[in-house]
């Protein structure tokens, strides 16, 4: 990936991420084929709200959405389909939402964990 321009390469635990929303009009997705998603685990007593921003994330946002066990939040910039329940601009607006979640959750909330 060296050679494409915008196009970043992320070293993860259980795999290696290609990052491309910065390359000029070239897409090209490496998923290996196995049945495997984002791994979530449910809790009893947690709501969970999952951020992503790429089509990888919708396997998390579709466990989510069946049987309202929690909230998808999809990150982009344009309007497009997605399992998520809501929806941010970018990063910035991330901050944001978790600074005002935190905020909400001290005076709402016994604990949160982000």
Request: proline share 4%.
């Amino acid at each position: 990936m060296k050679g494409v321009a915008g196009a970043k390469v992320e070293n993860n635990k259980f795999c290696v991420s290609v990052h491309y929303r910065n390359v000029d009009e070239k897409v090209l997705e490496v998923r290996p084929v196995l049945d495997w998603d984002k791994g979530l685990v449910e809790y009893d007593d947690v709501l969970p709200i999952y951020i992503g921003d790429d089509r990888t994330d919708e396997d998390a946002f579709e466990v989510l959405r069946e049987g309202n066990r929690g909230y998808g939040i999809l990150v982009s910039s344009m309007p497009k389909e997605s399992g998520a329940f809501y929806s941010l601009r970018d990063p910035s607006e991330v901050m944001e939402f978790l600074n005002n979640l935190v905020k909400w959750s001290s005076t709402n909330c016994s604990r949160i964990i982000i």
